[in-house]
């Protein structure tokens, strides 16, 4: 199922950061699914188009263009985007500041940052 995952284009919606009025994100294709220090699992999403945001800790800009999310639940995954357009999967939100290598088998969390949550769909 994780290998299927790759390559689909899918909608992240930002419910919560904090702010007022969260950022509309543009479509993102799932990546790469790699493994947290914590040990869960997690969908690298790259944005089609970067996006300028203000980060609501520091009150400045800054760029939305590569996340990390995981299932809002211990051990869930995105399995119901794959079999249905209508569901979605509440998930966190991490900017990462950098991607990790392709070698590199465990995402390392102090090269993003975690900052909302939300809900990721299958893109039509």
């Known amino acids: 199922m994780e290998s299927s ?3 689909l284009l899918v909608k992240i919606e930002i ?4 702010s007022s009025n ?9 990546e790469r699914v790699i493994t947290g220090s914590d040990g869960e699992t997690y969908y690298l ?3 089609q188009n970067p996006i300028r945001s203000m980060h609501v800790k520091t009150g400045r800009d800054w760029i939305l263009n590569n996340l990390a999310i995981a299932p809002n ?3 869930g995954s ?3 985007i794959i079999t249905s357009v209508d569901d979605y ?3 966190g939100i991490i900017n990462m500041f950098t991607l990790p290598s392709p070698d590199d088998p465990v995402l390392d969390f102090s090269k993003g940052e975690y900052f909302a949550t939300g809900k990721i769909r299958r893109a039509i």
């Not at 419910?15 to 904090?18: N, P, Y």
């Not at 969260?22 to 799932?30: F, H, K, V, Y």
Request: charge should be negative.
């Open 5 to 7: 995952i790759v390559g």
């Open 15 to 18: 419910d919560d950061d904090g």
């Open 22 to 30: 969260p950022p509309i994100l543009p479509l993102g294709t799932i």
């Open 45 to 47: 999403v790259h944005l």
């Open 73 to 75: 639940f211990k051990g």
């Open 78 to 80: 995105l399995r119901p």
């Open 89 to 91: 999967v509440p998930v």
